[in-house]
């Protein structure tokens, strides 16, 4: 990829998309997966262990256009925060399409996919393994190439606030209210460079006294799908499995 930027400069190729500000199209399915499920099963199935509280101090925040509150200023004021309801609508499956910033691909946009599904039974009542994948999020001033401005989690449940709590949630008009949302846990930011043998980053997951940092992120912030290679040690755990 080095050889072909150099040997054909951006500029002299006519199909170049190249652009400021690369976004992925965001397909999701006019109906949701399961049309409806608890918090409470939400933080069983799902693994979302902190949901209620994660989109509380979401929707602080977003209601705060001038992004001053300092996190105990968060906490404080999400304690008071009413959810109206008691089950949301949720999404197993988000489809991208992402653009090729250097155009060395053709015109067609590269198709994307992102799985967030619980252990399930097929039609032959075998048990189907979780799949909660994991992304690449834009945390607001990541660009359309480089890992500056973004960061991995994994996203464990894909959901909407349903219609009827959006003006109670969000009553500034001024503000844009939120489409599709994610529970996601975080994994460690980048390091400033990859490592100097494999040429890849090492991350791991952020904890906070034990328990994965998690947060509700915006489905659109989501780059793409990503996969990590576990640093396995001198053996492979024989207890680890696909979920």
Request: net charge positive; hydrophobic share 40%.
């Amino acid at each position: 990829m080095a050889w072909a930027v150099q040997t054909h400069p951006l500029s002299d190729r006519p199909n170049s998309r190249f652009s400021s500000a690369v976004i992925p199209r965001l397909q999701m399915t006019r109906h949701p997966s399961p049309k409806a499920i608890s918090s409470g099963d939400i933080a069983v199935n799902y693994g979302a262990k902190y949901f209620r509280d994660a989109l509380a101090r979401f929707v602080v925040e977003h209601n705060d256009s001038s992004s001053t509150l300092t996190r105990a200023e968060i906490e404080h004021k999400s304690a008071g925060v009413y959810f109206p309801f008691h089950k949301v609508p949720v999404f197993h499956r988000i489809k991208l399409w992402i653009d090729d910033p250097q155009g060395l691909l053709s015109d067609t946009q590269v198709a994307d996919a992102v799985h967030v599904q619980p252990a399930r039974k097929n039609k032959y009542e075998n048990t189907v393994p979780a799949r909660f994948d994991t992304v690449l999020i834009n945390t607001g001033i990541g660009g359309p190439t480089g890992m500056s401005g973004y960061r991995i989690a994994q996203v464990r449940v894909v959901f909407k606030i349903p219609g009827s709590a959006m003006y109670t949630l969000f009553p500034n008009r001024a503000v844009a209210r939120p489409e599709h949302l994610a529970y996601v846990e975080w994994f460690t930011p980048f390091p400033p460079t990859p490592h100097p043998d494999h040429g890849l980053y090492k991350i791991s997951r952020s904890l906070r006294r034990g328990d994965r940092i998690a947060s509700i992120v915006p489905v659109q912030n989501i780059a793409r799908s990503c996969h990590l290679l576990p640093d396995f040690g001198a053996a492979a755990p024989r207890a680890w499995t696909s979920s």
